[in-house]
């Protein structure tokens, strides 16, 4: 019954937590990110799930890093649950864009994580990957900060905050 954002919800791992999401009745999916196309195909395949037919389906492109869009997205959404799964991942791209890494994925993270504290959002969980322990490489760094970040904000604000770590995924995009 609850109103859940996730953001990267066109990536593999952001698809499958709407795909799991929407089997547990909640109220809204509010399907966040950046590529176009990827809204709109997971959009299409929530759409034709059977278990997903009293769920309101609520595509976004927003680029996390645009705070008045972001601000935007949750004045008008009233997300409840947030599910962070944006980040740039890509090891070997990442390396020779260090720039794009840093401000996509510790960037995001902190406009995310304002949203979060000024809309008081009860449950925010962040999808890690296991480079972030003892990070070798940009991707590793930006994911530990970005966790860092979130168990700064567990300390100090309402609703529970958490970070989970993936390691290699099956049928990733990555």
Do not use: W
């Amino acid at each position: 019954g609850k109103r859940v954002l996730i953001t990267g919800a066109g990536g593999s791992i952001g698809r499958e937590l709407c795909r799991q999401i929407a089997t547990l009745e909640p109220a809204s999916i509010i399907l966040l990110d950046k590529d176009e196309n990827s809204v709109f195909e997971a959009e299409l395949e929530l759409r034709r799930a059977e278990g997903s037919r009293n769920v309101e389906i609520v595509p976004v492109i927003c680029d996390l890093r645009i705070d008045a869009r972001l601000r935007g997205v949750f004045s008008r959404s009233l997300p409840q649950v947030v599910f962070h799964a944006a980040a740039h991942k890509h090891v070997p791209l990442l390396e020779s864009n260090a720039s794009e890494a840093v401000l996509n994925n510790i960037g995001g993270t902190m406009r995310l994580l304002e949203c979060a504290r000024q809309f008081e959002i009860e449950r925010c969980v962040m999808g890690s990957t296991d480079k972030a322990v003892n990070p070798t490489h940009i991707l590793g760094a930006t994911q530990r900060g970005s966790e860092l970040l979130f168990q700064e904000q567990a300390t100090t604000v309402f609703g529970h905050y958490s970070c989970v770590r993936f390691g290699n995924v099956l049928n990733s995009r990555g």
